[in-house]
């Protein structure tokens, strides 16, 4: 069983910064992605960063030059810089990660940006 849980989430005024942390615990041999999604009220999930087993990442075209995801492979964490947040940016953020068997989930950090 893996289990999830994100930490740093809040409100923040426009053009602040926050950032997400996640550790992993469980039954984790091997780690094939790990990443952040977001969903915003009335949308679908969507997702924001990944970071594969080999330090190559990906990030929504919307997030990018501004959130950073890094991990700590030792640690089994997974953080997220956010950085010139926007209102748009406000959503419920999620951690995940991919093994050989399975995809697991965090419960999700709330993070609202006030214009």
């Known amino acids: 069983q893996v289990q999830l849980v994100e930490y740093g989430g809040g409100l923040v005024q426009a053009g602040g910064s926050l950032r997400l942390s996640c550790v992993a615990s469980?039954?984790?041999?091997?780690?094939?992605?790990l990443g952040w999604y977001r969903q915003a009220p009335g949308k679908q999930r969507e997702l924001v960063a990944r970071?594969?087993?080999?330090?190559?990442?990906n990030y929504a075209d919307s997030v990018k030059g501004r959130f950073t995801i890094s991990r700590d492979n030792t640690k089994k964490t997974v953080a997220l810089q956010m950085n010139s947040l926007k209102p748009e940016d406000t959503a419920v953020y999620y951690c995940?990660?991919?093994?050989?068997?399975?995809?697991?989930w965090g419960q999700g950090t709330q993070v609202t940006v006030s214009s």
């Open positions: 469980g039954s984790i041999f091997s780690i094939n992605a």
């Open positions: 970071i594969s087993s080999g330090g190559s990442t």
């Open positions: 995940n990660l991919v093994t050989p068997k399975q995809s697991s």
